[in-house]
């Protein structure tokens, strides 16, 4: 494995000829997959590191965290699953999660685990192709977060690129997500206001109800 490295404008090292040379750790415990998906990635010119189960992959993150970019794991597998490897080294590494399993539920409990990207299977090259992208954009991320500490305690997004290059995003091409956030709320009010007056409406009703029976009586 080469361990040549560059370092890019934002201060970061990347393998030279990014993406080529991403090193990746692939966890399957069907052995067939697992050789189908080193193969492809093979194809990408990415370096592999295969795993059968879920406890090899955890071990083999805490011995050598450096050595690796991204983590591609099966969601379903004996043992440790897919779940529990992403909790375990999500703030390590970012995490693609894999499966035939297209279930909502299943995807959803992927990304809101912390997963940066789900694939289905069966995986096929050009869906693996683009997977440096995740590892970029979490560097970028962790450069923004140390450029823009202020930031932690905010509600809006996390824009890394914008916040990285161009901090003043007064002559940015970015949305202005403090005026989206406001027309939010006033269109939540607008929705408040139609309630409150169809619940004054009923309430009115109910009051001349009242009265009506009070004047039978």
Request: aromatic fraction near 6%; charge should be positive.
């Amino acid at each position: 494995m080469a361990e040549s490295v560059i370092v890019s404008p934002f201060g970061f090292k990347l393998p030279v000829g990014f993406p080529v040379g991403l090193r990746v750790l692939a966890v399957d415990s069907d052995a067939v997959g697992l050789e189908e998906l080193k193969f492809m990635l093979h194809l990408c010119g990415y370096y592999v590191t295969g795993k059968k189960t879920a406890e090899e992959a955890v071990e083999e993150v805490r011995r050598s965290e450096e050595g690796f970019d991204i983590v591609m794991t099966e969601v379903h597998m004996p043992g440790m699953g897919g779940f529990e490897l992403l909790r375990r080294v999500k703030n390590r590494l970012p995490v693609i999660m894999f499966s035939d399993d297209e279930g909502v539920e299943t995807v959803m409990r992927s990304v809101v685990g912390g997963a940066c990207d789900y694939m289905a299977k069966p995986l096929r090259t050009d869906m693996i192709r683009g997977i440096w992208q995740h590892v970029l954009r979490r560097k970028l991320n962790i450069i923004a977060a140390a450029a823009a500490p202020e930031r932690r305690n905010s509600s809006l997004p996390n824009y890394p690129v914008a916040a990285a290059a161009a901090p003043e995003r007064q002559n940015s091409s970015l949305p202005n997500y403090r005026w989206r956030r406001r027309q939010v709320a006033v269109l939540l009010t607008d929705n408040l206001r139609r309630q409150q007056g169809v619940a004054g409406v009923a309430m009115g009703k109910r009051r001349r109800r009242r009265q009506r029976r009070r004047w039978e009586e």
